[in-house]
């Protein structure tokens, strides 16, 4: 039987680091001169899970010291009508980042708005500029905040993937492809061999089993199972997902990709949902937005 300090040390805390990244930050914006960065959200529609997202992303632009821009549209808008906002952010030199928050309505097409976005002021990284430069290393560019998110708990905790075999859940454009070319990188504590699975991958758990880094990021609740898990393995939980469960307050309690309780006994690391990825993820937006800012030589 493991003991409880043992168990403890196990934990990927993404509190931890995206709050040590934040504070950085923050000093170095507390001494700014001229004005601060500015990230742009933008809402349509009124998806609880999104709103809170997009409440979190104001707040952690607030507290760190960022200018930040809220606009709510009704999921009934227009296309024209939301592309006249985007570009008139685009065209704003008071604004870094703008990012458009995820899932649109349906009448809405997601990689046309995204692609509006100028790719200098894209820090989610969606626009396929930025994507490309992904795929070509080039560090010009915006990486996905979720994916960058994971990459730099990975190097906060001194993992080193060269080598190793990454095992990435999921093939989402937000996530598993994004973070396959991160793994994939010739970069210092990445150079991983990457297997990307999803639903039509065949003998799914048994490519899971031999897996040094196992990252899921497919959206439903404990589909990766304890005994999945390599021993020894490092296990990143991207999964944000709400289950019922009467005797929580609300009705439910949110949990991840992973069942916890068991890969924990198996993982040499894991991250907790919620505390793992969900706040590198913000962490990451807002370094995004003040690398946007800098490279406008505006901060002396
Ligand atoms: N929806 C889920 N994840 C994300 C994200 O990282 N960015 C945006 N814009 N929408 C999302």
Same mark, same amino acid.
């Given at each position: 039987?493991?003991?409880?300090?043992?168990?403890?040390?196990?934990?990927?805390?993404?509190?931890?680091?995206?709050?040590?990244?934040?504070?950085?930050?923050?000093?170095?914006?507390?001494?700014?001169?001229?004005?601060?960065?500015?990230?742009?959200?933008?809402?349509?529609?009124?998806?609880?899970?999104?709103?809170?997202?997009?409440?979190?992303?104001?707040?952690?632009?607030?507290?760190?010291?960022?200018?930040?821009? !809220? %606009?709510?549209?009704? &999921? #009934? $808008?227009?296309?024209?009508?939301?592309?006249?906002?985007? @570009?008139? +952010?685009?065209?704003?030199?008071?604004?870094?980042?703008?990012?458009?928050?995820?899932?649109?309505?349906?009448?809405?097409?997601?990689?046309?708005?995204?692609?509006?976005?100028?790719?200098?002021?894209?820090?989610?990284?969606?626009?396929?500029?930025?994507?490309?430069?992904?795929?070509?290393?080039?560090?010009?560019?915006?990486?996905?905040?979720?994916?960058?998110?994971?990459?730099?708990?990975?190097?906060?905790?001194?993992?080193?993937?060269?080598?190793?075999?990454?095992?990435?859940?999921?093939?989402?454009?937000?996530?598993?492809?994004?973070?396959?070319?991160?793994?994939?990188?010739? !970069? %210092?504590?990445?150079? &991983? #061999? $990457?297997?990307?699975?999803?639903?039509?991958?065949?003998? @799914?758990? +048994?490519?899971?089993?031999?897996?040094?880094?196992?990252?899921?990021?497919?959206?439903?609740?404990?589909?990766?199972?304890?005994?999945?898990?390599?021993?020894?393995?490092?296990?990143?939980?991207?999964?944000?997902?709400?289950?019922?469960?009467?005797?929580?307050?609300?009705?439910?309690?949110?949990?991840?990709?992973?069942?916890?309780?068991?890969?924990?006994?198996?993982?040499?690391?894991?991250?907790?949902?919620?505390?793992?990825?969900?706040?590198?993820?913000?962490?990451?937006?807002?370094?995004?937005?003040?690398?946007?800012?800098?490279?406008?030589?505006?901060?002396?």
């Amino acid at each position: 039987m493991t003991s409880y300090s043992a168990m403890h040390n196990k934990i990927l805390d993404g509190q931890r680091v995206a709050d040590a990244v934040l504070s950085s930050i923050k000093k170095e914006i507390e001494s700014l001169r001229q004005r601060k960065p500015c990230l742009a959200v933008v809402l349509v529609g009124d998806d609880p899970a999104s709103a809170i997202y997009v409440k979190r992303k104001t707040k952690a632009c607030l507290e760190t010291g960022f200018e930040s821009i !809220q %606009k709510i549209f009704p &999921a #009934t $808008v227009s296309e024209e009508e939301l592309t006249e906002y985007l @570009l008139s +952010l685009n065209a704003s030199s008071n604004v870094d980042g703008i990012l458009v928050q995820l899932p649109l309505p349906a009448h809405l097409n997601q990689r046309k708005i995204t692609s509006l976005i100028s790719p200098d002021k894209d820090v989610d990284g969606f626009h396929p500029v930025n994507l490309g430069k992904l795929v070509t290393e080039d560090s010009s560019g915006y990486v996905p905040c979720t994916p960058l998110g994971v990459k730099e708990l990975l190097e906060a905790s001194s993992v080193d993937l060269a080598g190793k075999h990454a095992v990435i859940v999921g093939r989402s454009t937000i996530v598993g492809k994004p973070l396959s070319l991160l793994l994939l990188q010739k !970069q %210092k504590g990445m150079n &991983a #061999t $990457v297997t990307c699975v999803h639903s039509y991958t065949h003998d @799914l758990p +048994l490519i899971v089993k031999q897996a040094d880094l196992v990252v899921a990021a497919i959206g439903r609740a404990e589909f990766i199972r304890g005994e999945w898990i390599k021993e020894g393995a490092v296990v990143i939980d991207v999964g944000i997902n709400r289950v019922e469960d009467a005797s929580a307050k609300k009705g439910y309690r949110i949990v991840g990709d992973v069942e916890f309780e068991g890969a924990l006994q198996r993982a040499s690391l894991i991250t907790k949902v919620p505390g793992g990825v969900g706040p590198m993820t913000i962490a990451m937006l807002l370094k995004n937005t003040y690398k946007s800012y800098k490279s406008k030589g505006i901060h002396v």
